[in-house]
């Protein structure tokens, strides 16, 4: 006959679990939630642009575009003119 302590204790576990489960897909849902309604309101703010063949933009790359090594604040190959192909 099974132990019934070790039994309720085991069903105890599985609703703990489920529990944290549910409650992790609602925060989750929440989250998702939130951060659309914060896009949303972000977007607003920018402009979208638009470049046509021949434009002359500014390129900077930043720290995290530039291969290891190769990054060093002083150096012009960072930021410079480019035509838009």
Do not use: H
Not at 4 to 25: D, E
Not at 33 to 55: G, M, P, Q, S, W
């Amino acid at each position: 006959m099974p132990n019934r302590p070790l039994v309720w204790a085991i069903l105890q576990v599985k609703g703990m679990a489920y529990y944290l489960y549910s409650v992790n897909k609602q925060v989750k849902k929440t989250t998702i939630n939130i951060n659309a309604k914060y896009k949303a309101l972000t977007d607003t703010y920018y402009r979208r642009v638009v470049f046509e063949v021949d434009d002359l933009v500014w390129a900077i790359l930043t720290r995290d575009k530039v291969l290891i090594g190769k990054y060093n604040k002083l150096k012009e190959r960072k930021i410079s003119i480019c035509e838009v192909l």
